[in-house]
């Protein structure tokens, strides 16, 4: 029966006509786009960068604006729906909301979101909010000052806070701030955390610290677990309850405090992985396509890109580094390798 008959959007058929979504060898389909703008960062948090001596991407390696539309659109008709811009920091890329602009207004995208480390945020909120962006992750590990300048080895403590008061004036919500939970650091505080989540009604999430820091220190000694997360704030505030999940592929099991009030979510990539629904790929600042944060393998998109390659040959590469997408992150095995680029030149 011909498309049209069968009601399918300009999309579906066109998803039909190049072979339907992005479907690996586990079945899982991927519709959820991460898109890095750079891999320049104005901090350095220990847990993604080095401290010193980084080298970043030459600007001409960067996908441009247009190049990265034109990849979006090439993707939309495979069922990808929702995009969520990072870095590095994405922030400092020059002019985000004209990107924003552009990719909010793909016929087919539900959902266009950012992550940002906060510090430019009270000078762009604004715009990025009239740009159309409405879903916003703020990273923040610490609420004290000093913390802040050991964990991001830079004194920007301030400049966050009025960011994420900038980000509420202008109407963003929900906020969520995302903490990255580490044995020693987060331990400190959780408890103010929860208190903070109850006062200020933002979404508190953490996440488990992962293995893809520049400093190559990771060790699973040094994270903080997603159930010891849960047992610290029941015990002194009060029991949490799981919030029920509306979608089975995100990786944030949400919890809401008995009483209704201070919401929690816990990203528990290490204790108790997601792999099995995952639905993500990620395209880095350079054009590089990665079936998984931990991939060891990428597909060069730029080269296409740059090589007048037809829409169709973009297509079946996306589909072929989609298909070779491994089981698992393999974190707690003894195979485990930890990718060659960190955090911050991936984009988290
Ligand atoms: N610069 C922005 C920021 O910090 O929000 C966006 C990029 S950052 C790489 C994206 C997220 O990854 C942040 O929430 C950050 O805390 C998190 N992240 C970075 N390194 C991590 C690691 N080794 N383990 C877990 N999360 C990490
Ligand atoms: Fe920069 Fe984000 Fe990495 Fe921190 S986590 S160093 S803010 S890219």
């Known amino acids: 029966m011909p498309s049209e008959r069968r009601g399918l959007t300009v999309s579906e058929r066109v998803a039909e006509e190049t072979g339907g979504p992005l479907v690996d060898s586990f079945g899982r389909v991927h519709d959820n786009l991460r898109i890095s703008v750079t891999d320049r960062c104005n901090i350095r948090c220990f847990y993604c960068m080095p401290a010193g001596n980084v080298t970043f991407m030459p600007r001409a390696e960067l996908l441009s604006f247009e190049e990265i539309e034109r990849f979006v659109r090439l993707v939309v008709p495979l069922g990808v729906r929702k995009i969520r811009l990072t870095g590095g920091e994405p922030l400092v890329r020059r002019d985000l909301p004209r990107l924003v602009e552009r990719l909010v207004a793909i016929d087919g995208i539900r959902d266009v979101g950012l992550t940002t480390n906060g510090v430019l945020l009270a000078e762009q909120a604004h715009d990025l909010f009239a740009a159309g962006l409405r879903r916003i992750n703020i990273s923040l590990d610490t609420l004290r000052r000093d913390v802040f300048a050991r964990i991001t080895r830079r004194d920007e403590f301030d400049r966050v806070v009025a960011g994420i008061e900038a980000a ?44 893809l820091d520049a400093d190559n220190a990771w060790e699973r000694a040094k994270v903080f ?87 169709d040959e973009i297509r ?33």
Not at 173 to 180: Q, W, Y
Not at 283 to 305: H, Q, V, Y
Not at 316 to 334: D, L, M, Q
């Open 168 to 211: 509420r004036q202008v109407g963003f919500d929900p906020i969520k701030i995302n903490a990255v939970s580490i044995r020693g650091v987060t331990d400190e505080e959780i408890v103010d955390f929860g208190h903070f989540a109850r006062r200020t009604g933002l979404h508190v999430r953490f996440i488990e610290f992962m293995p």
């Open 225 to 311: 677990f997603a159930a010891e997360i849960i047992q610290r704030l029941s015990e002194a505030i009060m029991p949490l309850v799981p919030v029920h999940r509306s979608d089975p592929s995100a990786p944030a099991t949400e919890y809401v405090f008995e009483d209704g009030v201070g919401r929690i979510g816990l990203i528990a990539s290490v204790s108790q992985p997601f792999c099995a629904s995952c639905n993500r790929f990620r395209l880095t600042a350079d054009g590089k396509l990665r079936n998984c944060l931990f991939s060891l393998e990428e597909t060069d998109i730029r080269a296409l890109l740059r090589g007048g390659a037809t829409d």
């Open 316 to 348: 079946a590469a996306v589909r072929a580094c989609i298909a070779a997408k491994r089981e698992g992150h393999e974190i707690n095995t003894a195979r485990f390798i930890q990718p060659e680029r960190p955090m911050y030149s991936i984009g988290g």
